[in-house]
């Protein structure tokens, strides 16, 4: 067998990627009733290109699958993208805005046929990013979030919910993105710390010289204040209460009401309400009836009712409403002040709280079954400490807005009536309305927030609501794998909905694995230009040294610091195991295949320990364990001691037999050489992907203490050869003195200690000591005496110059000292040699 002399991942990794998909090696057939591993995928946006945060969260499943996959148990992973509702519309819209044109102009239906348009074109991308990185999912299998299986499970799931009461309609405060023009969940908003100001203004009372001060943030929402309140323990409250103030800038009076919301002692205790714009406002005015002014619109611009200033934009009036209350003599102060601002996560725009009629789902009855789901054990947490973080959120859960102002999406199965003015939801579109038969019924224009459709992910994807075999076989699914960033937007939502649609938790164990970072550990970022790009590392270093790279960092829920430095390292690791190969491959396989040897006996036995470490840590999660095992199995083991063993037998059989088996031992972390190289053996077998993944077999062997007699031996002498700095080539004569067992391991073994060590071997029985007759090579070692000696009198004068050594840092001169005794160290070392030469 030959193979190139370099190793070149490019010349066969995409061979592999098409071949493992083209022949459906991962494919699998639904046999309810047998034993299974199921995950589905978490779905990459349609949108998206293959990041290293996919690339990390993918290496960490398909080793993984891969694993279980080879012991025999039927294996799903389920691939599939999600239509990414917000994001896919924000491409279009782009793209439609570069010809000229928009979304409003061309209408609904044609930007519906734009955006499968795009899908078709933009979205296949990172799921062919996906083959070729060889993630081994079931192809056949792949599902789109609004393909017209999952579309159905949507809408049944909804009519589900609304039959029970759990969705309804409401107006509520929102959070409103200007710039994408659709509401959003809080989780869908990001907050970031500012530095703003705190504007004191002055309310005058009526009727009276007294004044009250307010502080805001927003001085433009004043505009819509409707109240003044004051704490009810407030020493004015008796005299204020039920009294009224002047709202500045308007021509309006405003109650003053009692409410806790006032803190004593903040301020002047004293808050405006401003319902329409400020979610604790909203609930003030519903505690005291106070109407709901509206002065901010949807896009974010002022609306009539803000009078004057009607038409201008939010920040524009800002600046109006100031200066004109600075002129009328009503701003108490200004103060700095840092806040915390509300942006949309998507496009980055300030958020905008209105009132709006929505879409809502009611949580805590889905809560809390999900709640006692982890309690009882039933779902675990990877690291369990993210099962508390879990738990605050969902103790604390809020009703979730479902509805989305956008076209690309899942239109909720609502129908409104345009004579009775009542709503019919339904499984299959309408011809008239449910209350009053007319069929004067349009359908609610509003999308479903993306997250819905993805909470029924696990079990749509398998076929829900119909009784399928798929489903039958393969839930519920048996793992997730997903970011702490997502444990409320998308995993805790998939636990309510499986328990609510199906009765069973959507899988049985959550890993939450951390993110990738820099060689500093700073998160990466287009803004800070250390953003690495998956596709292009997978090409330099090849897909398995970057996977391995990732893998063995991979401490459950731990960052990885991923480096240039670290990627070079595990080429080098796949180069070795490349060379090995090479030189294995020039061996005959002829022979007993049986571990004869005192080398095919101690790597059969270091073989089984890396076979029962590696399964345990695939079992438990602990993937950067079993890569390093693996590492140090093949680079200190296999190549560094067995194969420089092996090198003095004839008999290269057993090689090939533990070759084989390390191969599968590595496949689920580097697939593609370990296919390549196995490939070549021409075992009779598919793919090593479907070949069994080796155990530990039980051994009462003497092997390992055995050898670890001649690795000392050998080992001492190298050392000793490195100290002095004598060649390797040249040969040392050695004396050994060994009693016992050990006396009789290095007897056995002398041939091999004396090539390897590449020494004369005398041996005789005595406690254990290796003496090695190392010649004097007086001429070096002068010369290297002469350069310490100068470098010790250079020291020596930097002592002895106080006045510079007192400015010098207490590290530079330890620093100093250690390597001043380093020095002195060998100088007596190298006189002690010549002395006795």
Known sequence: MEIDKIYEPQRFEPHWAK?????????????????????????????????????????????????????????????????????????VDRQLASEGTSKRAIGREKFLERAWQWKEQYGGRIVDQMKRAGVSCDWSRQRFTMDAGLSRAVREAFVRLYEKGLIYQADYIVNWCPRCQTVLSDLEVEHEEVQGHLWHIVYPVNGSSEKLVVATTRPETMLGDTAVAINPKDPRAAELHLKSARLPLTDRDIPIVLDEMAELGFGSGAVKITPAHDPNDFEAGKRHDLPSIKVIDENAKMTSAAGKYAGLDRFEARKQVVADLEHLGLMEKIEPYKLSVGKCHRCKTIVEPLVSKQWWMSMKPLAEPAIKAVETGEITFLPANWSKTYFEWMYNIRDWCISRQLWWGHRIPAWH???????????????????????????????????????????????????????????????????????????????????????????RQIHIHGLVRDAERQKMSKTKG????????????????????????????????????RLDAERAFANKIWNASRLLFSKPKEGSGEPVSLADRWINSRLNAAAESANKDFETHRYHEAAD???????????????????????????????????????????????????????????????????????????????????????????????????????????????????????????SIEKLANVELSLEQGAFAIKLDIPVDRVRLEKENEQIEKQLANLERQFADTESLAKKPEKVIAGMRQKKAEYEAQLAKNRAALAAA
Request: hydrophobic share 40%; with cysteine; glycine share 6%.
């Open 417 to 507: 009536c345009g004579n009775c003015k009542k709503v019919t939801v339904a499984r299959e579109t309408p011809e008239k309305c449910a209350h009053c038969g007319s069929a004067e019924i349009r359908q609610e224009t509003d999308v479903l927030d993306t997250w819905f459709s993805s909470g029924l992910w696990p079990f749509s994807t398998l076929g829900w609501p119909d009784d399928t075999p798929d489903l039958r076989a393969f839930y519920p699914t048996t793992l997730l794998v997903t970011g702490f960033d997502i444990i409320f937007f998308w995993a805790a939502r998939m636990i309510m909905f499986g328990l609510e649609m199906t009765g069973q938790v959507p899988f």
């Open 530 to 565: 250390n953003v690495i790009d998956p596709l292009v590392i997978n090409d330099e270093f090849g897909t398995d040294a970057v996977r391995f790279g990732l893998l063995v960092s991979a401490a459950p829920g731990g960052d990885i610091a991923l480096s240039k430095e």
């Open 629 to 751: 095992t693996l590492y140090h199995f093949w680079w200190d083991k296999f190549c560094d001691w067995y194969l420089e063993l092996k090198k003095f037998d004839t008999d290269w059989s057993y090689a090939y037999v533990v070759y084989e088996k390390a191969l599968r031992l590595l496949h689920p972390l580097m697939p593609f050489i370990t296919e390549e190289l196995w490939q070549r053996l021409e075992t009779g077998g598919r793919s090593i992907a479907l070949a069994r993944y080796p155990i530990a077999e039980q051994m009462a062997d003497n092997a390992e203490k055995e050898m670890s007699v001649v690795q000392q031996v050998i080992t001492e002498v190298r050392q000793n050869r490195a100290a002095n700095k004598i060649d390797r080539s040249r040969i040392l004569d050695a004396r050994v003195s060994a009693d016992g067992e050990e006396y009789d391991f290095i007897a056995r073994n002398r041939q």
């Open 19 to 91: 071949w493992w998909v083209d022949e459906q090696i991962f494919h699998v057939e639904a046999e309810p009733g047998q034993p299974y591993f199921s995950l589905a995928i978490p779905p990459p946006n349609v949108t998206g290109s293959l990041h290293m945060g996919h690339m990390f969260e993918h290496s960490i499943i398909d080793a993984q699958i891969r694993w279980r996959r080879m012991t025999g148990v039927k294996t799903l992973w389920l691939p599939g993208t999600d239509h990414a509702g917000i994001a896919t519309e924000l491409m």
